[in-house]
């Protein structure tokens, strides 16, 4: 689940729990809210710990080597 979808769950969830006042026959949508909202943190949560931990720095104990790069003449052959 990425950023987005999860986010999207979130306010999915935040309307069916609090901007709707709708009953439908034998189903709650505060609770149908609140199970999207809590999917969507925990959606949010996991992603951000797997691109956290993809995201490492390579770091090397061997100095850098400069190497000189020689300038290329353009010569044109004679004629």
Same mark, same amino acid.
Do not use: C, H, K, Q
């Given at each position: 689940?990425?950023?987005?979808?999860?986010?999207?769950?979130? *306010?999915?969830?935040?309307?069916?729990?609090? *901007?709707?006042?709708?009953?439908?026959?034998?189903?709650? =949508?505060?609770?149908?809210?609140?199970? =999207?909202? *809590?999917?969507?943190?925990?959606? =949010?949560?996991?992603?951000? =710990?797997?691109?956290?931990?993809?995201?490492?720095?390579?770091?090397?104990?061997?100095?850098?080597?400069?190497?000189?790069?020689?300038?290329?003449?353009?010569?044109?052959?004679?004629?």
């Amino acid at each position: 689940m990425g950023i987005g979808t999860s986010i999207f769950l979130i *306010a999915v969830g935040a309307i069916l729990t609090f *901007a709707l006042d709708a009953n439908l026959g034998g189903v709650n =949508l505060d609770v149908v809210g609140w199970i =999207l909202m *809590a999917a969507g943190v925990l959606g =949010l949560i996991m992603t951000t =710990l797997v691109w956290g931990r993809r995201r490492e720095v390579v770091t090397t104990t061997e100095p850098v080597e400069y190497r000189r790069v020689e300038e290329r003449r353009d010569v044109t052959p004679p004629l």
